[in-house]
């Protein structure tokens, strides 16, 4: 896998889509072409009920492939295949400086855990998950080994993501 390759990582309501969406935005603020890949529940839909593309889906089509003038999308059924590999929808993306993964507790690249107080369970993943190299927090963590960042100090976690996947400055 790419070491261009950084993942996001917690549990529910841990601030991961936060952390992500304001980690792009700095990122690219920096002049870094950003991708992002998310993982989400099985059963999510980014196309609406009644809508072309939808339809097609529904009709039985394996993949839908919507374009406009601003953007485009292809949207693939499994219709019974297994969940593609993280791998595998990689080497589907267009070239990126760096690609930031959302989920995906399991695989094997670099990671941050984001911890809130608010998050659904508070157990720590970073004992169980040597690919977890940090903490970015909304508290204190006083027995934390690995560094530990705010949840909000955007600018040292992108240093930090910069560094660790090579793209220093």
């Not at 390759?5 to 792009?24: P, Q």
């Not at 791998?87 to 695989?107: F, M, S, T, W």
């Amino acid at each position: 896998m790419s070491n261009r390759v950084f993942g996001i990582t917690g549990w529910k309501n841990s601030g991961k889509t936060t952390l992500t969406e304001k980690l792009v935005a700095e990122l690219v603020r920096r002049g870094r072409r950003v991708s992002t890949v998310k993982h989400a529940h099985h059963d999510f839909d980014i196309d609406k009920e009644g809508a072309d593309s939808f339809r097609h889906r529904q009709a039985g089509a394996s993949e839908v492939a919507i374009v406009s003038g601003r953007r485009w999308a292809l949207m693939h059924e499994l219709r019974g295949e297994e969940e593609p590999k993280l791998a595998d929808i990689l080497g589907r993306l267009a070239p990126a400086d760096i690609v930031i993964v959302e989920g995906y507790k399991r695989e094997s690249h670099f990671k941050i855990e984001a911890r809130r107080t608010a998050a659904k369970d508070r157990a720590p993943l970073a004992p169980s998950d040597p690919s977890i190299i940090a903490v970015a927090a909304d508290h204190p963590q006083p027995n934390e080994t690995l560094p530990v960042f705010d949840l909000d100090d955007i600018a040292s976690i992108a240093d930090f993501i910069e560094e660790r996947v090579g793209l220093n400055r």
